[in-house]
C-alpha cells in the first residue's frame, strides 16, 4: 500500500492543470495514468480562447506549440451555409502536443509522473494494476473512462457516441479550412472539423447511436452518406479519409455535472462536468476544474473537495445548459435550419451564444 498525497490519477488536461497548480503551491503531487506514451485521444482539437487564457495562466502557448489559429465560424445544414467571426480568435491544436506540452509542464512544475492503470475507487482507496494507493486526497480526472467504484450516471437510452478521423495535410484543406472551425449539422449529430499543427485536419463527429444505425451501422457507412448528402463536407473529406483509422469513442454523457462529493475526493474535468462537444470547451472546463480544485485543496485540505465540488458545479451550470441547449437543437433539421438563419440575420447574437456558453477562468491567488 503507497501512502501518496495528493495523488491524482489521469494525466489528460485536467490532471495535469491539477498538478501544475498543486506543484507550483509546494505540493509534490504524485499523477498516475494508465498510459505512457502520450497517444492522440479521441477530441476535437478545438482550444477556445477560454482554454487558450487558461492554458496561458499555467505558462503554455497554443502558438509556440504550433496550434492553428482560428478566426472564423462556418455552420453547414447540407448545401446551405453561414459564416460569422468568433469572438475572439481560437486554435487547433492535436491532444498529443497539449498533453504532451502539459505533462511537461506538471514535471516541470514539481510533480511526478508515474504509470499505472487504476482499476478501481473505494472512497479514498485506489486499486492500480501494479500497486494500492492510500492517499488523504485524491484528484480523480480519468476523463471520458470511468472507473469502477465512480462511475457516472448514463442516459438509457440513445447515448451519444463520438467518431475521429485524422486527415492528412493536403493544399486543398487548407484552402477549404484555413483559419476556421467548421460545424456540419446533420439530423442525429455534427462534424466539427478544424486544421491543427502541422496542417492536418480533425474531423471528429457527434452523434446518436440511433444516427449511426440508420446510416448503415459502421463509420465508413455513415461517412459515405453525409458526403453524398453535403458537397461541402466531400470536399474536405477528399478521397484519402478512408485509408484513416476512425477512432470511436460510446456513452459520452453529455450534461453530467457532479454536483457533491466526499471529503478528500475531488473529481476534475469530464469526471466533474461534461459538457457537450459542439461547444469546444471540455479541454476550458478541464483546466478549469484542475485549477479550482487545487485552490480549493491548497487553502482547506482534503476537507475542502465538498466544497470544491459544489462551486465547481455551480461554475459549470450554465455554459453545460446553453451548450446542451444548441447540442438538442442542432441535432434536429428544423433547429439546424434556425442555427443558420440566426447566424445570418444575427452573426453578433450568435458570436455572443458562443462567448457565453464558456467556463469563467477561476479566480485564483497570485502565484
Ligand atoms: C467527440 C468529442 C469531441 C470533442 N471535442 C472537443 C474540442 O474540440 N474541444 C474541447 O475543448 N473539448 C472537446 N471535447 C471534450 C474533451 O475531449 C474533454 O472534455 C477533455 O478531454 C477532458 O479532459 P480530462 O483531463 O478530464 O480527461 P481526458 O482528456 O479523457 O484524460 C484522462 C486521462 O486519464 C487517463 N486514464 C483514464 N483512465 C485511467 C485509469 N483507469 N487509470 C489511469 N489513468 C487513466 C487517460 O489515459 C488520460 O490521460 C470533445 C469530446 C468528444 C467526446
Known amino acids: 500500500m503507497r501512502i501518496e498525497d495528493p495523488l491524482i490519477v489521469g494525466a489528460g488536461p485536467a490532471g495535469c492543470a491539477a498538478a501544475i497548480r498543486l506543484g507550483q503551491a509546494g505540493a509534490a503531487p504524485l499523477l498516475l495514468d494508465r498510459d505512457e506514451e502520450v497517444g492522440d485521444p479521441l477530441c476535437g482539437g478545438f482550444l477556445s ?19 492553428h489559429r482560428v478566426t472564423r465560424l ?16 481560437a486554435w487547433g491544436l492535436s491532444r498529443h502536443a497539449l498533453d504532451t506540452a502539459m505533462r511537461a509542464r506538471a514535471l516541470a512544475s514539481g510533480a511526478k509522473l508515474e504509470f499505472d ?5 473505494d472512497g479514498l482507496a485506489v486499486e492500480g494494476r501494479a500497486a ?8 480523480l480526472a480519468t476523463g471520458k473512462h470511468d472507473v ?3 462511475t457516472r450516471p448514463r442516459e438509457a437510452k440513445d447515448t451519444a457516441l463520438g467518431l475521429r478521423l485524422r486527415l492528412p495535410p493536403t493544399p486543398e484543406r487548407l484552402r477549404l479550412l484555413g483559419g476556421a472551425i467548421e460545424l456540419h449539422l446533420f439530423p442525429g449529430g455534427y462534424v466539427g472539423i478544424v486544421l491543427q499543427e502541422g496542417g492536418s485536419a480533425n474531423l471528429c463527429l457527434a452523434m ?15 461517412f459515405a452518406r453525409l458526403a453524398q448528402a453535403n458537397p461541402a463536407l ?13 477512432d470511436t469513442i460510446g456513452a459520452v454523457p453529455y450534461g453530467f455535472i457532479a454536483r457533491d462529493t466526499s471529503p478528500g475526493l475531488f473529481r476534475l474535468g469530464d469526471q466533474a462536468a461534461v459538457i457537450p462537444s459542439l461547444a469546444g470547451e471540455g479541454i476550458s472546463i478541464a483546466l478549469a476544474s484542475g485549477a479550482m480544485a487545487a485552490e480549493h485543496w491548497t487553502h482547506g485540505g482534503p476537507a475542502a473537495a465538498p466544497a470544491y465540488q459544489r462551486a465547481f458545479a455551480s461554475s459549470a451550470r450554465l455554459p453545460v445548459t446553453l451548450a446542451s441547449a444548441a447540442w438538442h437543437a442542432a441535432e434536429t433539421r428544423l433547429g439546424a435550419r434556425a442555427a443558420l438563419a440566426l447566424a445570418r440575420i444575427a452573426p453578433s447574437l450568435v458570436a455572443g451564444f458562443a462567448d457565453r456558453a464558456r467556463i469563467a477562468a477561476p479566480s485564483l491567488a497570485p502565484r
Open 234 to 246: 466531400a470536399a474536405r473529406l477528399g478521397d484519402d479519409w478512408r485509408q484513416v483509422r476512425c
Open 74 to 89: 462556418r455552420l453547414f445544414d447540407g448545401p446551405r451555409e453561414a459564416a460569422l467571426d468568433l469572438p475572439h480568435a
Open 117 to 121: 492503470a487504476v482499476r478501481a475507487v
Open 208 to 222: 446518436r447511436k440511433s444516427a449511426l444505425a440508420k446510416a448503415g451501422g459502421s463509420p465508413e457507412a455513415l
Open 148 to 150: 469502477r467504484g465512480e
Open 132 to 139: 494500492s494507493y492510500r492517499p488523504q486526497s485524491l484528484f
Open 49 to 67: 480562447w477560454r482554454t487558450a487564457e487558461q492554458l496561458a495562466s499555467l505558462g503554455l502557448s497554443p502558438a509556440a506549440l504550433g496550434a
